[in-house]
């Protein structure tokens, strides 16, 4: 684990998108900006981030896909990727969350299934563990500090041995790490699984806080939507309201991330954020002042102290897993003392993955888990695939015009994703083809054009049934 840095409080701030780059560039007041990390090439960084940055616009990389909460230890790339965009955007911290987002693979040797959006971690001691040094791996292989995000949830995990407020207070009394509180997830929490947000907060360790994430989203027979697509709600700054009695958080940043209003919207949504801080900040200093104002930096050293006996034990781990990820997770000999045996993971990965097989692939639902819920959230997950194969690959549903969104949904119930966005968008159009589809022959014309400029004899050659490949796109060409 790296020496704690003192974070310098970042203000008020948005997420930026390239949809509403021009409009976050002229809005007064920014003091930060966050970037989904995985959509920045350190190499060639958007003009618009980089005139930000010389305003001196803080940019904070959020990550997506390290699957922090999963069975196998950090991926080294991944590790490696979030770093070098760090040290491009000059960030004084990354983040991610506290979530995973594949399972199966060696652990239970099975096929290795991607969900395309995180999904929440059994709060066991279990998956604490593996968490616990998940993290320790991450901050030894990242330059800047690391803060992991609260997330919302449509499911309730059978068994759970603790709160949200006690997970993650073991979590930084453990590990050190900061905290990013998504006050929307705590609302969507509440509607979905009925947990109480004060007394999430009441149990959290808010001088752990990094910053604050507001976000809105919707409601639909009972369940909520956590959307990034809709106005923030007043029950979410309700929550925003509470937080900010308890402490003073370092940064608050309003999320979107589609269905982008006029920029005067998103103007009048921080200006709401602002007043509702302003106003917990007049009335809230009796009660902050029994606690003290303590900002991160001050935590830190209490936290590093906390956790200094393990820090060695996360570094090791660290090197095992960047040497031997294929070849299986290390024992507790090889990864060091402190670290975690396979047992744990290999009970953590049997759920995730039996859990991930029903959502994505149809399996029967485990045991434990409400039947209705899951197929609210499997229905969320594939459209959440299509939505984002219709961004990385726009020009599906221009071919195919209305017939894309419930084509692509009937292929998504039985194809997993296991490769990517991209990948899946080019076995859609391949399953299409073969299935002799769209019926109209021009769009079919269209459609295998699109394929065959994009699944070159490279990629193709890559995959482990590159003979079978290779033969469906002779039969494509024949068509």
């Not at 609302?187 to 007394?199: C, F, L, M, Q, S």
Request: with cysteine.
């Amino acid at each position: 684990m790296k020496p704690r840095q003192q974070l310098r409080r970042l203000g008020t701030g948005i997420g930026w998108r390239p949809e509403i780059a021009e409009a976050v560039e002229r809005m007064p007041g920014i003091d930060w900006v966050e970037a989904v990390a995985e959509n920045v090439c350190p190499g060639h960084l958007p003009e618009s981030l980089l005139r930000l940055r010389e305003r001196g616009v803080t940019v904070v990389p959020h990550g997506v896909s390290l699957g922090l909460g999963g069975a196998d230890r950090p991926d080294a790339s991944r590790l490696t990727a979030l770093a070098e965009r760090a040290e491009a955007l000059g960030s004084p911290l990354v983040t991610e969350h506290i979530a995973f987002v594949r399972a199966g693979g060696p652990l239970t040797a099975s096929p290795l299934l991607e969900a395309g959006h995180l999904l929440p971690v059994p709060r066991t001691r279990d998956a604490l563990d593996v968490l616990c040094e998940n993290i320790r791996i991450a901050q030894d292989a990242l330059p800047v500090p690391l803060a992991v995000e609260n997330i919302a949830a449509l499911i309730n995990w059978p068994g759970e041995e603790m709160t949200e407020g006690q997970f993650l207070y073991d979590l930084v009394d453990r590990t050190g790490v900061r905290l990013l509180i998504d006050v929307a997830n705590l609302h969507t929490n509440h509607v979905n699984r009925g947990e109480d947000p004060a007394k999430a907060l009441d149990e959290l360790p808010v001088e752990a806080i990094a910053y604050v994430h507001v976000a809105g989203g919707f409601e639909r027979d009972g369940v909520w939507h956590d959307s990034h697509a809709h106005p923030v709600p007043q029950p979410v700054l309700d929550i925003l309201t509470d937080l900010a009695y308890r402490v003073s958080p370092p940064g608050v940043l309003l999320e979107r991330d589609e269905n982008f209003p006029e920029p005067g919207e998103l103007q009048r949504e921080l200006e709401a954020i602002r007043e509702t801080l302003e106003k917990a900040a007049t009335t809230g200093e009796g009660s902050r002042a029994a606690t003290g104002t303590a900002t991160i930096a001050s935590a830190d050293a209490g936290a590093h102290a906390d956790a200094g006996g393990e820090a060695e034990a996360g570094s090791e781990a660290g090197a095992g897993a960047r040497d031997g990820d294929e070849a299986g997770a290390p024992t507790r000999a090889e990864a060091g003392p402190g670290a975690v045996t396979d047992a744990p993971r290999q009970r953590l990965a049997l759920a995730q993955t039996a859990l991930l097989s029903a959502l994505v692939a149809g399996s029967p639902v485990p045991e434990g888990f409400d039947r209705v819920r899951l197929g609210v959230q499997a229905r969320a997950l594939a459209a959440k695939r299509a939505d984002v194969v219709a961004k990385v690959a726009p020009e599906l549903p221009g071919i195919l015009g209305e017939g894309y969104r419930p084509a692509f949904l009937t292929y998504a119930q039985g194809h997993p994703m296991t490769g990517g966005y991209r990948r899946d968008a080019l076995d859609f159009a391949e399953q299409l083809l073969l299935a002799g589809q769209p019926e109209d022959a021009e769009t079919r014309r269209r459609l295998r054009e699109w394929w065959l400029e994009r699944s070159g004899p490279a990629p193709l050659s890559r995959r482990p049934t590159a003979r079978l490949a290779r033969a469906t796109r002779r039969v494509l060409l024949r068509r």
